[in-house]
């Protein structure tokens, strides 16, 4: 009997790669044998993203592509674009099976609905998109038991948005917010450790509204750091309301915590911000940005920032650099703004060429490699531990990679299999956005 085969793709954030391991490992379970995406497959599953119209347009790209490599495959869209754009995909006509983001773990269930379907009339299709933006919806468990070994594991602790910022489709895909039983997410990273994990990543889509049965972020994150074995975590992004000095002061307390924050800011411009429908002014941001760094020694500060949202005039623009400029960001994501059907921001006037808002874009991004050389630059000479995971090549010699606490990515020599060890030493010479790391035994 020949045997079942079945191929992933993942677009988007670390919650849908999260999703994609859960839906993988359901098919791997009902007997499917999990190939590369690039070969022939009885069963394709997309999980599509819609943060901009170019991960629109990549996850019907990807969905063509399926049918393309295997015209009688069954192709499954799932995912954040499956909810908003169900009726584009539908008149399609590529994919056929429609999953919605909280029906992600019906999978195997609806592939096998579909072929008994398909006994009577194959061109029959199947679309299971509920509206997610309608009533309160339960946490989708998609824990994975079966992960590949890695170093390194994502969990998805939160899900959904309840903030509507102009410009944000997401929360039109994920739903209202709501959190995972935090004995499940215990239960997860106990199961991880033992298999050899030893970084965990905290992430939703909105992390820091994260709450069960008054248990908090930061009660969450403390009770992760208590499990052995657990030896780094990190979370995902962060917004400023969130970061108290009580929330600073707890996380500085736990020695398996590493110091770096995402934060997620879009603007430094306190009218962008307010025309964002953000709930934070530039200050605000800043006093949680002191928090950090009172109880942090130079903690990595990344963040999330549009060029060219509806509106921004040059001087706005020159603000939100310059505030950018004041925080002294490790890191900045600069992304032009993109037009989101069904926003409020799709209709608000003032909206900037293409041309103007990829310039704005350079310069910010411009401005972001300035500081990362900066900020890498202040590192070196210390000592750091790093966790390393694979290899890469420079310059013709191949290195282990890994990463600081900080997530600074280093370079390290060693002719043994390094996969998953720690090392310590100094931080020697930055190369092409790395830091050397020597043990000293040069």
């Not at 799932?78 to 584009?88: I, L, M, Q």
């Not at 780094?232 to 924050?261: M, Q, W, Y």
């Not at 903690?299 to 650099?321: H, K, L, Q």
């Not at 350079?362 to 531990?385: C, F, N, P, V």
Request: net charge neutral; proline share 3%.
């Amino acid at each position: 009997m020949k045997n079942k085969t079945a191929a992933f793709h993942n677009l988007g954030c670390k919650v849908n790669a999260y999703e994609m391991e859960g839906m993988e490992e359901s098919l791997r379970n009902a007997g499917y044998e999990i190939v590369p995406f690039s070969e022939k497959a009885d069963v394709y599953v997309i999980n599509t993203c819609t943060v901009t119209r170019v991960a629109d347009q990549k996850s019907r790209q990807m969905i063509s592509r399926a049918k393309t490599l295997n015209p009688d495959a069954i192709v499954v869209a799932c995912g954040c674009y499956a909810n908003t754009g169900k009726d584009v995909l539908i008149r399609d006509g590529v994919a056929d099976i429609i999953l919605g983001n909280n029906e992600k773990s019906q999978l195997n269930a609806e592939i096998e609905k579909l072929k008994a379907a398909r006994l009577s009339d194959k061109n029959v299709r199947e679309t299971f998109v509920p509206d997610i933006n309608k009533g309160r919806w339960d946490f989708e468990e998609t824990a994975v038991s079966m992960k590949e070994e890695h170093t390194r594991a994502f969990l998805k602790v939160e899900d959904g948005c309840d903030q509507f910022c102009t410009y944000c489709i997401i929360p039109f895909a994920r739903g209202r917010e709501r959190s995972r039983d935090p004995e499940k997410v215990v239960e997860e990273v106990k199961m991880l450790s033992d298999k050899g994990f030893r970084e965990f990543v905290l992430t939703g889509i909105r992390l820091t509204s994260y709450s069960y049965d008054n248990i908090t972020l930061v009660d969450l994150i403390e009770r992760v750091s208590q499990i052995d074995g657990v030896h780094r975590i990190r979370l995902g992004s962060l917004e400023p309301k969130a970061v108290t000095e009580d929330f600073a002061k707890r996380l500085s307390e736990l020695k398996n915590f590493c110091p770096h924050f995402h934060m997620s800011l879009q603007s430094g411009s306190d009218s962008v911000l307010k025309r964002m429908n953000r709930h934070y002014s530039s200050e605000e941001f800043m006093e949680s940005i002191g928090y950090l760094r009172k109880y942090f020694d130079d903690p990595a500060i990344t963040a999330d920032m549009i060029c060219g949202f509806p509106g921004e005039t040059e001087e706005e623009f020159r603000e939100s650099v310059d505030f950018a400029k004041r925080v002294g960001f490790y890191e900045i994501h600069v992304f032009p703004y993109s037009v989101r059907q069904g926003t409020r921001a799709e209709k608000m006037p003032g909206q900037l060429s293409k041309k103007e808002k990829a310039a704005r874009t350079k310069i910010l991004r411009d401005k972001a490699l300035q500081m990362k050389q900066e900020y890498l630059t202040r590192h070196l000479g210390r000592r750091a531990e790093a966790l390393l995971e694979e290899t890469t090549e420079i310059n013709g010699k191949t290195y282990w990679t890994g990463y600081t606490p900080e997530y600074i990515r280093v370079l390290y020599e060693s002719d043994q299999d390094m996969s998953g060890r720690f090392v310590t030493g100094v931080l020697k010479k930055i190369e092409k956005g790395f830091i050397h790391l020597s043990d000293g035994q040069e």
